[in-house]
Structure formats: structure tokens, C-alpha cells
């Protein structure tokens, strides 16, 4: 189905990543090539026919694009597709004070570099009104997790994003059930880590000549580099099971995109922590930044600090039906179902989780903390009824 294609500098990633979200959110099909071209393709193959196959070129205008080699072959080509089907398909988006290149200089361009929503609006209707959103698949369809400051969700641009795709595929009636695949949810970018990341290789590639170089640190790190390499897809892939589950009947007994929120913050705080640790003691700078997102790593320290108790933890353990698996969760001292504690139903008598434990406990603490353990655990089980499940004391 003809969409937009996103021309731009990789300096403007940052803009271009809200704006692709935005227009992803409103079921506007986008082609960008960091998701459009794989390894081993050919990079001007794939994008001429990315631009030949849409219905509109948004060419991104700044100081950086201006100066882009790929964005003028870019904006060439599109210029030659105009001239084969006869009208105009590129739009400039000027998203700071920049001089239009002269092939478009005296097209009326939409301005981002004042109101962003505003603009945002009139770029929508303008191309909205060429493009047909029921016609397009749900498994092109893309869910945008927008994290501010990197890890926390916009919980209702989620919702928003969900509902119209309950209403989209039900004709608003019943809801049909409806696989998300990872590869459909469009995550922001973390510059924070990408930049620690780097280092952290680059550290690893001059282990030898590291002044803190120790057959410890050199295990370890490798060790450390390959956990942080997979937090994004894991969350990526724990979040698309949970949306597909939250798609489908009956309702999970807690809120799906709270749980979302916790389990995107643990992730991306989890691997920030991962590579801030591993830089050298030489090159870190101790920013408010860092302090506020990066708690100290290392196994239960980590869960107790990114949970947020600064008191006394209990363990909970939840044996799956059928089976001697289990995992553990810490409660903050001061959660009213502590109380279990105080007053258990009887000696060793298993509790029902769904009868004890509140949704937001279930969202905050639990599924999160059970998501991390299956992800970096062995064999942890994972689960989003908790039917059958009980609870008692580690």
C-alpha cells in the first residue's frame, strides 16, 4: 500500500523518529530505511523503490540534510518519479531555519520549526487525504512506544494507539484477536546508551592496554556487553506478547499498558545501567542525568534500588499449576499486602495471587520483576492470568 518516504541526515534521527510515530500513530504507513533495508541489500535499489512506491516524499530540511549527498539522490529521484506520473509527491518539512534546496525552493513547505503539533496536524491532512488507512494490514501497522527521557511510556498515546486498533478490527463490534509482532512496535531512540555503548566497545576492543585490566574484568564485561545487547529485543518481545494477549478475551486481571510502563522503565534502566558500569573509572562523568537513571548494578541490589524500597523486602514465590517452577518478587515494606505476613491464612497455606495481590501490585512490582527473571533466568516462568497460581513465603 503507497505510503510516505521519510528523506533525511542521520543528524535529525531524533526528529525524525517522533515524526515516523506520530504518523505511524494515525495508521499512516511510513518508509524509512532503518527499518525498510536489511543487511546485504542495495541501499539505492532499496530506497528508489521506497520513493517510487509512495504516494508522498517528505524531504526533511535542515542544515545537515541540506549538506547530505544521500539526500539530494534522494530528492533527484523523486524528482524524476514527479516528472513520470505528472503531479507533485515531495513535500519539504523545514524543521529548523534552513534555506529549501533550489529544485523545491517555491514549494509551500510545512514548518515544524515553530509548533510541532500544529504542524503535525496540517502535514496529517494534507497526505491523510491521499492515503487510506483501513486499507492497510494490521501486521504493517506500527505501535509506537514513545519513552520519555528514554524509559517512561506515554501510557495514553499507547492506549490511544490500541483502541483504534480494537475499533479498526472489529468494525466496532466484538474485538477479533490480533497477533503484534515485535518488529511493529517503534521504540525511541536512547542516545544515552547508544553514546555508553561505544565506549563500552570500544573499551572492550583495547582491553589489553586498559590500566584496570584484570582476567575478571575481562570476563565479566564481555558477559555484561551481551546482557545489554539483548534488554531491547527482549522488551521488545515481552511488550508485543503482552499487547497480543491485551487484543484478545478475557481481560487480564491488571492494566496491561501500566505493566508496559514498568516493564519498558526496567529494561532500558537495566541495560543504561549495564554499560554506565562498564565504562572506565577514567572516563566516566558522574552527570544528574546518570544519577537520576542509572542505579548501581548487580543482582537483587539492582531489583531493590530500581524498585524503589528503601526498607525491609519480602520474597514472594509463585508456584505455576502443574509444576515445581517458580519465581521470586520483593514488595516494598509498606504494600498492604504485607499483611499476609503478619496474619497468614494458616501455617504453610498457599494463597491465591489473584485473591491477595491489588492490579497495580501485579503491574509494578510483579510482572516486571517476573519478566526480568525470565528473560535472564533459567527456565523462569512467564505468565499473564496467574490462574492457579498461589503464593507463600521463600
Known amino acids: ?36 533495508i536489511e543487511l546485504g541489500e542495495s541501499i539505492e535499489q532499496r530506497v528508489n523503490a521506497g520513493i517510487d512506491g509512495s504516494a508522498w516524499f517528505l524531504l526533511i530540511v535542515s542544515a545537515e540534510s541540506i549538506a547530505s549527498g544521500w539526500v539530494k539522490r534522494e530528492l533527484e529521484f523523486a524528482l524524476e518519479v514527479e516528472g513520470a506520473i505528472g503531479h507533485s509527491i515531495v513535500l519539504p518539512l523545514l524543521i529548523e531555519k534552513a534555506e529549501v534546496p533550489p529544485p523545491v525552493a517555491d514549494r509551500l513547505y510545512v514548518d515544524f ?36 527521557r528514554s524509559r517512561f511510556l506515554n501510557r495514553q498515546k499507547l492506549r490511544d494507539r490500541l483502541e483504534a486498533i480494537r475499533t479498526r478490527a472489529s468494525g466496532g463490534d466484538a474485538v477479533e484477536p490480533r497477533r503484534v509482532d515485535a518488529s511493529q512496535l517503534l521504540p525511541s531512540p536512547d542516545d544515552k546508551y547508544e553514546q555508553l555503548r561505544r565506549k563500552m566497545s570500544h573499551r572492550i576492543a583495547n582491553l589489553e592496554s586498559d590500566p584496570y585490566f584484570s582476567p575478571q574484568l575481562q570476563d565479566s564485561i564481555h558477559g555484561r556487553y551481551d546482557e545489554a545487547a539483548r534488554c531491547e529485543p527482549a522488551m521488545n518481545e515481552v511488550v508485543a506478547q503482552l499487547l497480543s494477549r491485551s487484543l484478545s478475551a478475557p481481560p487480564l486481571p491488571f492494566d496491561p499498558v501500566e505493566a508496559c510502563f514498568w516493564i519498558c522503565n526496567a529494561f532500558r534502566s537495566l541495560r543504561l545501567s549495564i554499560v554506565y558500569d562498564s565504562q572506565s573509572p577514567e572516563d566516566v562523568e558522574l552527570t544528574e542525568y546518570c544519577r537520576g537513571v542509572v542505579p548501581p548494578i548487580g543482582g537483587t541490589d539492582w531489583v531493590v534500588k530500581f524498585f524503589e524500597s528503601r526498607n525491609r523486602f519480602e520474597l514472594f514465590e509463585f508456584l505455576e499449576p502443574q509444576s515445581s517452577r517458580y519465581f521470586g518478587a520483593y514488595l516494598p515494606v509498606d504494600t498492604h499486602e504485607l499483611d499476609w505476613f503478619v496474619e497468614p491464612p494458616g501455617p504453610h497455606t498457599p494463597t491465591a495471587v489473584l485473591a491477595t495481590l491489588s492490579s497495580m501490585t501485579l503491574e509494578k512490582y510483579v510482572v516486571p520483576q517476573m519478566v526480568l527473571r525470565h528473560v535472564f533466568g ?12 498461589v503464593m507463600g513465603i521463600a
Do not use: Q
Request: glycine content about 4%; hydrophobic content about 35%.
Open 378 to 389: 533459567k527456565d523462569d516462568p512467564l505468565t499473564w492470568t496467574f490462574d492457579g497460581y
Open 113 to 148: 520549526s515553530d509548533d510541532y503539533l500544529e504542524s503535525l496536524d496540517r502535514l496529517a491532512r494534507r497526505i491523510g487525504s491521499d492515503l487510506s488507512p483501513t486499507g492497510l494490514p494490521f501486521e504493517r501497522s506500527l505501535i509506537p512506544l514513545e519513552l520519555t
Open 1 to 36: 500500500m503507497p505510503g510516505v518516504f521519510v528523506s533525511y541526515a542521520r543528524a535529525d534521527k531524533t526528529f525524525v523518529h517522533r515524526l515516523v510515530s506520530d504518523l505511524s500513530a494515525r495508521d499512516i504507513p511510513v518508509w524509512i530505511d532503518t527499518r525498510n
